[in-house]
């Protein structure tokens, strides 16, 4: 009975947690929620990110498409500004016209400048970037990847992917780090349930005993 208990339990635990060394990053607030920065002329920057260790290996982005006014399929792109496609929606830059502008402050404005160079398609978009003076790589929102001037919010601020190791880091990003949707997240009673069946049949087993 105690194996049996102890069994049941480890199950029920390991739905609670399927991955127990991943983290999911949940973007589905109004990015500019509290502010003027769409009625202001000019592209505006909003920062007031979060910081977070993000394991490239193990973790994802969750990002609601109708909050940032996604539509269709998550377009993915990775690498220097000259090889980005057109109609990207989810872009990584290792770099920017050449490595010489990473020696350089290089900050969300110009990482979004050096994608609106190549991008003329009209839509929303998120991208990765390093910053040269912060030395590490954050997730930015952009209400325009095809704009100079689109207003900019930063999501994230990737602490653990810093210094050399972290800009180089930044090529081993895939799609499946992103998860662009807007399906509502588990209810906590879906995600309690396998423990609350699990304990039921515990009460079930002891009950048998007792009638036995």
């Known amino acids: 009975m105690r194996y049996s208990i102890l069994c049941c339990m480890g199950l029920a635990l390991a739905a609670l947690n399927p991955a127990a060394n991943a983290s999911t990053f949940r973007f589905d607030t109004d990015p500019f929620a509290g502010t003027n920065v769409l009625n202001t002329p000019g592209r505006q920057i909003v920062g007031g990110e979060p910081f977070i260790n993000f394991s490239i290996t193990n973790d994802v982005f969750s990002l609601e498409s109708t909050v940032f ?5 998550l377009s993915f792109a990775n690498g220097a500004v000259s090889s980005l496609p057109n109609g990207a929606n989810v872009i990584v830059l290792e770099s920017g016209d050449d490595d010489n502008n990473l020696l350089t402050p290089f900050g969300a404005g110009n990482a979004a400048n050096l994608i609106a160079s190549r991008e003329t ?6 991208f990765i970037y390093f910053n040269q003076p912060l030395d590490l790589a954050r997730l930015v929102y ?8 689109a207003d900019l919010k930063i999501l994230a601020r990737m602490t653990n992917l810093n210094g050399a190791a972290g800009r180089n880091a930044l090529s081993t990003i895939t799609a ?3 998860d662009v949707t807007n399906a509502p997240e588990p209810s906590s009673l879906f995600l309690t349930a396998p423990l609350l069946g699990c304990f039921g049949w515990i009460a079930w087993k002891r009950r048998q005993r007792s009638v036995v």
């Open 142 to 149: 952009s209400t325009d990847l095809s704009n100079p001037n």
């Open 69 to 73: 006014g996604i539509s269709g399929a």
């Open 176 to 178: 499946s780090n992103f």
């Open 121 to 126: 398609t009209a839509a929303p978009g998120f």
